[in-house]
């Protein structure tokens, strides 16, 4: 068991996924990431007003992917502490790998798997992309598990756990930035234009509704609270530390 009592294995929720749609559907989008109320499902026009007030598939996509990035800084502000001379904190990589265990892994690329991807091979685009993709996801899961294991203790790694941790962090880093790069200017892009408004509304609700079912009211938002914490721990919450200084030539 983990630190947070969550077992090491992913709970795949693929075949309740599958279930809903995957190949048999007409694609999906991904639902309220903040929450927000759903709009229209099921027979008939959706209501263009509720439809507004929802996340289409690919901003709510786009905002997981947001999280996810957060997380890639955490690793990288370890992976830089490391390389000081500074001790890794156990709780620090754990509790980032879990958010990525937890929301990324399985819930973000469930729905990827489930409902992006069969859709683009079924119209037959971005089979090596999707390829690519699916292995890349299975990689990650593995470096998840690495730093898990690694870091189920407390306090400051010991030294060779610590070089194994930032080792995979480092690895994940490298491949998520250009994967999920890849998937929002091209994949995501795809896959809207294969689905209609009323598929948009309509999966993007399930989707909502998936979400709540896994994580209940506010999951995105109890996601990100968990970035915060450990962004703060780190010192690295606050957002105007990373202005450059003026560079402009003062006027005279
Ligand atoms: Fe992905
Ligand atoms: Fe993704």
């Known amino acids: 068991m983990t630190r947070s009592g969550h077992a090491p294995d992913r709970p795949s929720r693929r075949a309740v996924l599958l279930t809903a749609g995957g190949l048999s559907a007409a694609g999906g989008g991904f639902g309220a990431g903040f929450g927000v109320a759903h709009a229209a499902s099921g027979a008939g026009d959706p209501d263009p007003a509720a439809v507004l007030r929802v996340p289409t598939p690919g901003e709510d996509l786009m905002t997981e992917h947001g999280l996810l990035i957060r997380v890639l800084l955490i690793y990288r502000d370890l992976m830089a502490g490391q390389a000081a001379g500074q001790p890794v904190q156990a709780g620090h990589a754990h509790d980032a790998a879990l958010i990525i265990h937890d929301y990324i892994e399985a819930f973000h690329e469930e729905l990827e798997e489930a409902y992006v991807f069969p859709r683009l091979i079924q119209a037959g685009q971005l089979r090596p992309t999707v390829s690519t993709l699916l292995l890349q ?22 030294a060779a756990a610590a070089d194994q941790v930032t080792s995979a962090m480092a690895a994940f880093v490298r491949m998520y930035e250009p994967h999920e790069a890849r998937e929002d200017t091209v994949v995501y892009p795809a896959y809207r234009a294969l689905l209609t408004p009323a598929e948009i509304a309509d999966l993007s609700a399930r989707f909502a509704d998936l979400q709540t079912e896994q994580f ?23 957002l105007a530390q990373f202005t450059p200084p003026n560079i402009t030539p003062p006027l005279t």
Not at 220 to 233: H, K
């Open 137 to 158: 996801h299975a990689r990650g899961r593995e470096l998840t598990q690495l730093i898990l294991a690694e870091s189920g203790g407390t306090g400051s790694l010991p």
């Open 216 to 238: 209940g009211g506010g999951g995105f938002t109890t996601m990100l609270g968990r970035v915060a914490a450990i962004e703060q721990a780190l010192g690295i919450y606050d």
